[in-house]
């Protein structure tokens, strides 16, 4: 059981000023997995205040003083490797080999590349006779959701560490332990007094206290859309940059010359994986109309061959995060299913033989794009399949979204998987599974407004400075 009831403000754990708390589940067993504290607006006053205090010295370090400073964080988080795993494991029901795997090591991506950056990052350049500096944008409020701890968490901390800001992390009620842990991390590796602060509690009193502050100068904000919508209001009577990461409902797009059996396989249990909560999941699977029969078959194959079970053991899918994160993928279910979608695999309930721990069946749909299940974002192991006609259709259905998070595109024709890829209307599109650290990732239309990861995710913490006259 784990008991976490300090915050971590100035460089000290210290006590809320009201000592109010919550229980945290583990979505897996259903029982109480430990104890956090419900910080309120009188906490957040005091990690502000430590946080502006600690602007002016640590602004102006040297690259090479945060350097150090990062690459100690980095020995220390190598260490944790398995106590950030178990916590996400525990926090948000993850599997082990997932979590150890691929939650923790997005963090450890984000810190490497903010590393390497840092080494070489231009914070000056003379155009003509004019200096352009970059400066750190000041006190940083970083709300982060559940679905990947780490991987929110680090894309934000490492890069407003690495441009000299200071900051207030906000972690997720549902998944608050790794968030601890870093904390922990951070502390071990001497980060000065204030530099870095966090407070746990309710979004609607952090978050709140957070984005309307007259001394935070920047928002940075991945969740909901809605939550988003309210942070960008609340921080408009103080003008504060707010930088959204929103939701997603992202097209996978297979070629018709390329091989099924791979591409809708990798695509079904691809999207199921962190039970389809990712933001950027390919949620809608676009196929050619004359051979959808062979790919449903692989579909329905693909997510009946995905294993659910106790995260602890060799399994594929854990639960979903919570009893109400369950409940809605259940309506998603049971909407699909009333708005006349074929059920390809899975459906309504838990996986055969479970009785306990919120566990959703791998859900398949053959939909079309106007039906709710392929509009609105699920957040759970339920992929909606739709059969284009040509390349024009397939471009439209995928456009044809509120969202512009991500997209995918599998052919062998490259010339013809840029040539889409050109045409989407997403901010980050993944071609035969390309990946890259360095690729700016966030979102078109209601998916936000921000760029995080890389140099585009530095420019999310720095002012623009134009110092005329220079040369
Ligand atoms: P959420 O409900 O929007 O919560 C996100 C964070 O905001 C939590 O820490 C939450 O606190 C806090 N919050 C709630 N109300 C607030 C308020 N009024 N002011 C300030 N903060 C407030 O989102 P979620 O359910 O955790 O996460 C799922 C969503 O995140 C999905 O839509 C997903 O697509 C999106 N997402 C986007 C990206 C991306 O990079 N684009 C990545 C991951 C997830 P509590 O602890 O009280 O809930
Ligand atoms: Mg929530």
Request: aromatic share 8%.
């Amino acid at each position: 059981m784990r008991d976490y009831r300090n915050f971590y403000i100035d460089g000290q754990w210290v006590a809320p000023v009201d000592p109010k708390t919550a229980d945290v589940i583990n979505p897996a067993t259903e029982a109480v997995a430990g104890t956090i504290a419900l910080g309120s607006v009188a906490d957040v006053n005091k990690a502000v205040a430590a946080a502006r205090k600690a602007f002016p010295v640590w602004s102006e370090t040297t690259r090479e003083e945060r350097l150090d400073l990062l690459k100690a964080i980095q020995a220390e988080y190598q260490r944790r490797l398995p106590d950030l795993g178990a916590a996400i494991r525990e926090e948000m029901g993850a599997p082990s080999g997932l979590a150890n795997g691929f939650h923790v090591g997005l963090g450890a991506g984000h810190l490497q590349t903010a590393i390497e950056l840092l080494e070489t990052f231009p914070f000056e350049e003379l155009r003509g006779s004019t200096l352009i500096r970059r400066e750190p944008i000041g006190v940083c409020a970083l709300i982060t959701p559940w679905n990947w701890p780490m991987n929110q968490t680090c894309v934000k901390v490492f890069p407003a560490l690495a441009t000299g800001c200071t900051m207030i992390l906000k972690p997720p009620q549902l998944a608050p332990f790794s968030a601890q842990i870093l904390a922990e991390i951070l502390d071990a590796a001497g980060v000065p007094a204030g530099v870095f602060n966090m407070i746990q509690g309710q979004g609607s009193v952090i978050g709140t206290a957070l984005s309307t502050h007259e001394d935070v100068d920047m928002v940075s904000f991945t969740g909901s859309e809605a939550v988003g919508v309210q942070i960008q209001q609340d921080a408009a009577r103080t003008v504060k940059r707010v930088g959204l990461e929103l939701g997603g409902k992202s097209a996978f797009i297979v070629l018709d010359d390329a091989t099924l059996a791979d591409n809708v396989a990798a695509a079904t249990t691809g999207m199921m994986g962190n039970s389809g909560q990712t933001c950027s999941a390919g949620s809608r699977l676009l196929v050619p109309c004359a051979r959808i029969d062979d790919a449903l078959a692989v579909a329905k194959a693909a997510a009946e061959g995905v294993t659910v079970g106790d995260p602890a053991g060799e399994v594929a899918m854990g639960p979903v995060v919570s009893k109400a994160q369950y409940n809605i993928v259940q309506d998603y279910i049971a909407k699909g299913l009333e708005e006349g979608a074929t059920l390809v695999a899975g459906g309504s309930g838990r996986p055969e033989g479970v009785e306990r721990g919120w566990f959703v069946r791998p859900t398949v749909f053959l939909g079309t794009n106007d039906m709710v299940v392929a509009r609105e974002e699920i957040f759970g192991p339920v992929l909606v399949i739709i059969p284009y006609a040509d390349i024009d259709d397939a471009v439209a259905i995928a456009n044809d979204s509120p969202f512009g998070l991500a997209g995918y595109v599998n052919g062998l024709d490259t010339d013809a998987v840029h040539a889409i890829a050109r045409r989407l209307r997403t901010g980050w599109i993944s071609m035969n599974g390309g990946f890259d650290f360095h690729a700016p990732f966030g979102g078109y239309k209601r998916s936000g407004n921000g760029r995080e990861w890389g140099e585009f995710g530095f420019h999310e913490y720095l002012e623009t400075k134009s110092m005329l006259g220079y040369a």
